[in-house]
């Protein structure tokens, strides 16, 4: 019963209604961990994770921050971000989510598994086998699916990997997900 509560108040609170209860497939919260114990005044509760129906995807919960030095930011700072000079707004999703899904306006799409062969994107120059971004100024605003996706926090890592500077990456954990439930403005995906 309670975790049929706290499904459907998850659901209010993000001002969802469901026509279906969520699948009773547990799916990965964090670090291969399906579910974690919590000790409460009535005694233990496992906390478990199922895939609801407006989770894009099962993915699992990432860190607030993906790598140190890198700035967590929320949607009023990606919105004050858009257009502005030295800043560039990274879909770090597959090409066929932004195709298929849309995306955050003035943002390009730079999937996760390319960034660390296109480095020049963000400024830097190829040196030898590698990167110099030692005279960057642009700061990267990464995004992916949503919280529970892993593609953003990989394509930070290997930016920072490949010699960027993580004092200049903002990561945008509730990505595009967060971003549609505040019914904020989305654009056709154009690659």
């Not at 998850?10 to 009773?24: M, R, Y």
């Not at 990167?131 to 100024?137: E, H, I, K, L």
Request: net charge negative.
């Amino acid at each position: 019963m309670k975790k049929l509560l706290s499904i459907a108040t998850a659901a209010v609170f993000a001002g969802t209604t469901f026509t279906a209860i969520a699948s009773d497939e547990h799916i990965q919260l964090w670090d291969k961990m399906n579910a974690y114990t919590v000790e409460l005044e009535d005694g233990p509760m496992e906390i478990t994770r199922v895939k609801t129906p407006p989770a894009l995807i099962k993915g699992y919960l990432q860190p607030v921050v993906p790598a140190e030095g890198v700035t967590p930011v929320g949607e009023i700072d990606v919105i004050e971000a858009i257009g502005k000079e030295n800043n560039m707004i990274v879909d770090m999703r597959m090409k066929d989510h932004v195709l298929q899904l849309g995306t955050i306006p003035g943002s390009i799409n730079i999937p996760y598994t390319e960034v660390a062969m296109n480095m020049d994107q963000f400024g830097c120059e190829k040196k030898g086998e590698g990167w110099s971004c030692a005279d960057v100024t642009t700061k990267i605003y990464a995004f992916c699916n949503s919280s529970t996706c892993p593609q953003s926090p990989s394509g930070i890592r290997a930016m920072i990997r490949e010699g960027y500077p993580a004092e200049l990456i903002y990561y945008y954990r509730g990505g595009y997900q967060d971003w549609t439930i505040h019914g904020l403005t989305t654009v056709e995906g154009e690659l």
